[in-house]
T-cell receptor
Framework: DTGVSQDPRHKITKRGQNVTFRCDPISEHNRLYWYRQTLGQGPEFLTYFQNEAQLEKSRLLSDRFSAERPKGSFSTLEIQRTEQGDSAMYLCASSELTPEAFFGQGTRLTVV | AQSVTQLDSQVPVFEEAPVELRCNYS??????LFWYVQYPNQGLQLLLKYLSGSTLVKGINGFEAEFNKSQTSFHLRKPSVHISDTAEYFC????????????FGKGTRLHILP
């Protein structure tokens, strides 16, 4: 069990560009979450999947954001036309039958 | 919808002194409760959890927390802190019986003073 893996760890992009992040959950975990964390704040829920089904999306997730989890394994989070306000740490977590979630190291996005 | 309030954004405490980090939650149903710790430039690590049963739960690194349903609180305590406990601590809640997400508080930064 290698834990939740996120790639890349850091991403610097110019405003207006599209970016995509990947999350590999713990093997056989059927639930996968995406959170966003800005400096000095707690993680804010964005969306989550039960297997390949996206069950809930936060109002924070504008139409520039899209998440997928094909085949219920890894997940991708894409941000189109990035804005400076998108700069944050994007955290992925997974869980199985127990309520607690296990987090990856995060992807730090900087939009310049 | 559930919510979490961590009243203290920062808590300074001398090394080897006791500490309590406060957490209050709001929910219309029964809840699961968690404390996570985040070290600089790291992801979140589960410190302890309350699912059911005894209201006093023990976690890693000598931390413990007590669930108080009447006061809707889940305060985190440690009898003697160490420099290595310097980190951000997040209280979190999840509704029981619903396919729901974990909601986090804004965090408390623990400063250990030498």
């Amino acid at each position: 069990d290698t834990g939740v893996s996120q790639d890349p760890r850091h991403k610097i992009t110019k405003r207006g560009q599209n970016v995509t992040f990947r999350c590999d959950p713990i093997s056989e975990h059927n639930r996968l979450y995406w959170y966003r964390q800005t400096l000095g704040q707690g993680p804010e829920f964005l969306t989550y999947f039960q297997n390949e089904a996206q069950l809930e999306k936060s109002r924070l997730l504008s139409d520039r954001f899209s998440a997928e989890r094909p085949k219920g394994s890894f997940s991708t989070l894409e941000i189109q036309r990035t804005e400076q306000g998108d700069s944050a740490m994007y955290l992925c977590a997974s869980s199985e039958l127990t309520p607690e979630a296990f987090f990856g190291q995060g992807t730090r996005l900087t939009v310049v | 919808a559930q919510s979490v309030t961590q009243l203290d954004s920062q808590v300074p405490v001398f090394e080897e002194a006791p500490v309590e980090l406060r957490c209050n939650y709001s929910s219309s149903v029964s809840v699961y409760l968690f404390w996570y710790v985040q070290y600089p430039n790291q992801g979140l690590q589960l410190l302890l959890k309350y699912l059911s049963g005894s209201t006093l739960v023990k976690g890693i690194n000598g931390f413990e927390a007590e669930f108080n349903k009447s006061q809707t609180s889940f305060h985190l305590r440690k009898p003697s802190v160490h420099i290595s406990d310097t980190a951000e601590y997040f209280c979190a809640v999840s509704d029981i019986g619903r396919d729901d997400k974990i909601i986090f508080g804004k965090g408390t930064r623990l400063h250990i003073l030498p």
